[in-house]
Structure formats: C-alpha cells, structure tokens
C-alpha cells in the first residue's frame, strides 16, 4: 500500500472557515502531524487519528517523520494554519521529499489542500484593506537574512503596495519590527492607516486600527498580523478601505463618478492592469524599479512616493445649442486647459469631451465659459442635439431647443438619453434617429418617440404626435423625460424603456423595429 501526505492549510482557526476539502482530508488520514497548539485548534474535527505534535521550531522534524510515515504506507495529514503555502509546511515537506529523490510518478502522492491565509482573514475583520497590489513579508529572520527582509520592505513601501506584515514580533525578537515601521515612514505619511489583527477567527481575537506613526503603541505579538495601508488607504466607521484605483472621474455637478457596474470591465476601470498608468508612471514601470531594487542594482531610494487619488474632471463642450462653430479663441483655449496630461475627444453627439486632471474644476468651468462654451456632464445624462437652423436662417424654433437645454441639458437619467431638435421638416440632422426626436414644421412640433440610433437593427423613432402647439412642447417633453427618469430601470435604454412600459405620457408603443429578423451582433462580434 502506497502512503499519501496531505499538506493542510486549516484557515485561520474557526471552524468555519476550514474548507470542506481539508476537513474531509483530516478524517480520510491515519496520523496527523503538527505543531501542538495548531494540532489543538482543530482536533475536535479528527475521529480516533494518531496525532504527534511537536515543539513550533521543529518543523523540519515534522516534514521528515511526515515522509517518513508516507513512505511506511500511511496517510499523513501535515497541518498548518492559513494556507499550508505561505510560511507553511507544503514547501518544506516538497524539500525533504526533492532531498530523497523523490519524483510525482513513483513516489508517495501528495497533495496540498489550500486555506485561507492570514492576509486575507485578517482583511476581511478590517473591512476592505488589501483591494489592490498587495504583498506579503514576513519578519521572521530565522531563515531569512535581515538584509534582505529590509531591502524587501523598502521597495514593496517604494512601490506604494499594501503590505502584510506577518511573524511581525516574537518574544526575543522585537527590534525587526521598529525597523520595519521605520522604512516605512521614509515612503509613507505618519497618518498612513496600519490594522493590527491579532488571533483571526480564534478565541482571543483582537482588532486594533492604528497608524504608522503610533502603530508601536500598541500590543503586537506572534499571533499577530499587522496590515499597512498604501497612500489611498482610509479608515471610514472603523472599516480600513483601499480604495480599487488611484483615479476618480468627475463631471459637472458631480463631486465623484459613481461606480457603476457596467464599467468595472474596462481596462480603465481596471487600474492594477500592468499596463495601466498610474500618475505618469505604469504598474510594470514600478515593478521594474521594485524588482532592481531588489536585485541591488540600485540601492538608492529615489524619492518619496505618494500616490495621491488623481481627480479628473470631465466635462463635455460644445460652441452652443444651434451653433457649430469653433473660433480660434475656444480652440486655444481648449488647447491650453487640456494641455499634455488631459485629453479631448470628438464625440458623435458634436460634443467635445474633455478629460483634465484637476482638483480645481471651478477654475477650468470659468474659463470654458468665458469664451462662450456650453458645458454638458459626462455620463448617463440628457443630450440635446440641434441642428443649425440652417446657420440660422430658420431660427424660429431656436428658443425651444434652447429652453430644453436648459431644463433638460445633462439631466441624470437611467442611461444616456439624446433629443434630437431640428428646425424645419428637412430633418436634416436625423432627429427622428434619436431618442425623442422633435422636428418643427408649419409653426408646430412634430414628436418621434424610441429611435434605436446604434446597431444593426438601429431604426428611427415612431412617430407619436404632429403639430404640437409650441406653448407645449417643453413640458411635453419634459413630462416623458421624468417619466423615463422614475420609470426607467437602471441602464435602461429609452427605446426599451418604451417598449416594456408600453405607454409613455399617453403614447402608445407601436413596434416600428425592422420586421425581418437580423441576428444581433454584440459589441466584438
Ligand atoms: N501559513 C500561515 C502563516 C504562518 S506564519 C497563513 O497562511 O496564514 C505565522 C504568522 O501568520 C503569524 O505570526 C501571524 O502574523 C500570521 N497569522 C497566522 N494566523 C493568524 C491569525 N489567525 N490571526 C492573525 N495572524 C495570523
């Protein structure tokens, strides 16, 4: 009979939290083999295994009676806590095994059945502080040379990582840990928030949130794993939160962009993308640098790294309602406030969509303003699309768009929404392509409702009324704009909106999409 060892990682000490499979793996074996007090933690689990714990030290000794025992026959639990590959037993137990010569096809089987490390226990009872790029660094310099634990915190501080510190103090070693708090307070603020997480998920366990600077204030031991926050980390009611990026998009009106679901699975959305640029600099170009770091072939810091939430202000531009023409003085303008580090795109609503990394937004509102810019939030909000009233020449229905504009313009709504105005019955601009498409004719308004402007079945609007009196027309429109805004389900197109509700402001909902069936053809499709 062939023996098998299974390295166990039991979690952090409830039994909660030990999974189902290493639960399972402790009963199917014949000897557990384990530090005392971790042999304690879960023997209630065990029914009648032979059990030979040993002194915290003496895990080689364990690693070899464990295949020692395998290679008699037996099943061989080895336990650790957390998970069995992190500062646990799995690495060394495949050392003695490489020792012995051992190979995957003939020797005994092993299997490593993983558990929840104490990074991860211990960040859960704190609320959310690891998020992004996070390391772990064990001071123990019991196998490992200080000089390198050293070399390791500075750069993983350099690189602005968040950072679990574990085996952080013991009863003889406590200097390790003074040095370590000193390093970091070369990269990081003094207010840095640090939480100390003593005995997760066992009967002793202690939560203590603290900062850099007073974190040797308090208790810290061998059963402890302290957690440094990075330069966005914050506390907010007791909870210490990282936040998912270093950048915030806002718009008019807006102090920050929410986070919407949707836009989780961009890559911009997706900051610890290696290709990502934080700040100027990419993720892999901070890596580079921590890795040289590491490899010595710079010693030197370069200098202190904060990396402070960049706020940028979004904002789109347009030269007015009806008109659609630049002058020199917008475009210098435009040019000199976006400068090297914004951006501006051309969008298809003739808007131009700004992107400027400021905290000031007031300032860049005034001065777009100045040179007669009209400003429109970014997001899911109202637009308004006129056309040029023939460069003026049909201005009769201007003071309608204009009114709209300014009761509707960049109104939050379920999911963007576009008004069409065009000024005769030429409808040259393709307002009844729109959401809501208004077209003026003989004096009147005619209404179109639930264009489907993009994909392949994309159709124009059905038309829901003719000759609506101008005196109406603004609160007409008005009226289904709010009716979408209550009504509407989050991201919810108004043509969708349309057809679910079947009746909007007393229209009735008429299927006009292409009557042939066209297979849909998803965005990459
Ligand atoms: N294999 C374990 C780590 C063993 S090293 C794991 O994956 O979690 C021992 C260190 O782990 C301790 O000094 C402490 O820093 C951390 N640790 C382990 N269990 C913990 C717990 N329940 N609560 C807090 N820290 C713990």
């Known amino acids: ?17 030990i999974t189902d499979r290493a639960k399972k793996a402790l009963q199917e074996s014949d000897m557990i083999i384990g530090y005392k007090t971790y042999v304690e933690l879960i023997e209630r689990l065990l029914d009648g295994q032979e059990i030979i714990s040993t002194g915290m030290t003496e895990e080689v000794t364990r690693a070899q009676e464990a295949v020692r025992q395998a290679e008699l026959g037996k099943k061989v639990a ?37 558990g929840i490390s104490a990074i991860n226990s211990c960040a859960s ?25 050293e070399q390791r915190i500075e750069a993983a501080a350099q690189a602005d990582f968040v950072i679990a510190l574990y085996n952080p103090m013991s009863g003889r070693r406590t200097r390790q840990i003074v040095e370590a708090q000193r390093i970091l307070l070369k990269y990081r603020s003094p207010e840095t928030p640090v939480g100390l997480v003593k005995s997760a998920y066992r009967d002793r366990q202690s939560i ?43 718009t008019l009106r807006q102090k920050e962009q929410p986070l919407k679901p949707h836009q989780r699975l961009k890559k911009e959305a997706e900051p610890w993308a290696l290709e990502q640029v934080v700040v100027g600099t990419s993720s892999r170009e ?57 951006s501006m795109e051309y969008t298809q609503d003739h808007h131009i969509k700004l992107q400027v990394p400021t905290s000031n937004p007031d300032l ?55 008004i069409g105005f065009n000024g005769c019955g030429m409808a040259c601009f393709g307002a009844v392509r729109e959401d809501i ?28 009324a003719e000759g609506i009196s101008p005196d109406e027309i603004v609160e007409l429109v008005e009226r289904i704009v709010q009716e979408y805004k209550e009504k509407g389900h989050p991201n919810e197109r108004f043509h969708k909106f349309f057809k ?17 069936k066209i297979e849909l053809a998803p965005c990459g499709d």
């Open 1 to 17: 009979m062939k023996g098998k060892l299974l390295v166990i990682g039991f979690g952090p000490g409830s039994e909660e939290h």
């Open 78 to 114: 080895v336990i650790s806590s957390g998970d069995a590959g992190v500062y646990g037993m799995a690495g060394l137990v495949y050392e003695v095994l490489v020792e012995k010569g051992w190979k995957q096809d003939t020797g005994v089987e092993v299997e490593v059945i993983p």
């Open 125 to 149: 009872l704190l609320g959310a502080p690891v998020m992004h790029d996070a390391c772990t660094i064990s001071l123990s310099d019991h196998l490992t040379p200080w000089r390198l634990i």
């Open 208 to 250: 203590t949130r603290t900062t850099l600077e007073d974190m040797m204030n308090h208790e810290i031991g061998m059963l402890t794993t302290v957690l440094i926050g990075n330069s966005s980390t914050f506390f907010y009611d007791d909870l210490m939160i990282t936040p998912r990026g270093y950048q915030r998009k806002y």
């Open 286 to 342: 901070i890596a580079d640098e921590a890795l040289q770091l590491i490899l010595g072939e710079s010693n030197q810091p370069k200098e202190y790294i904060q990396q402070p939430i960049q706020s940028i202000f979004e904002v789109s531009v347009s030269p007015g309602v009806a008109n659609k023409k630049f002058t020199p003085k917008q475009m210098i303008t435009l040019a000199e406030i976006v400068g090297d580090e914004g």
């Open 364 to 418: 860049v509102v005034s001065e777009l303003e100045e040179v007669g810019f009209l400003l429109a939030p970014v997001g899911e909000v109202l637009t308004l699309k006129a056309c040029d009233f023939c460069e003026g020449e049909k201005k009769d229905s201007i003071p309608y768009a204009e009114a709209l504009q300014a009761r509707l313009g960049g109104m939050d709504l379920p999911k963007e929404m576009k």
């Open 437 to 464: 498409g208004i077209v003026f004719r003989k004096g009147a308004f005619d209404l179109f409702l639930g264009g489907k402007t993009i994909g392949r079945n994309a159709h124009s609007g059905q038309i829901v």
């Open 500 to 516: 679910r509700v079947k009746k909007v402001c007393g229209f009735e909902f008429q299927d006009v999409s292409p009557s042939l």
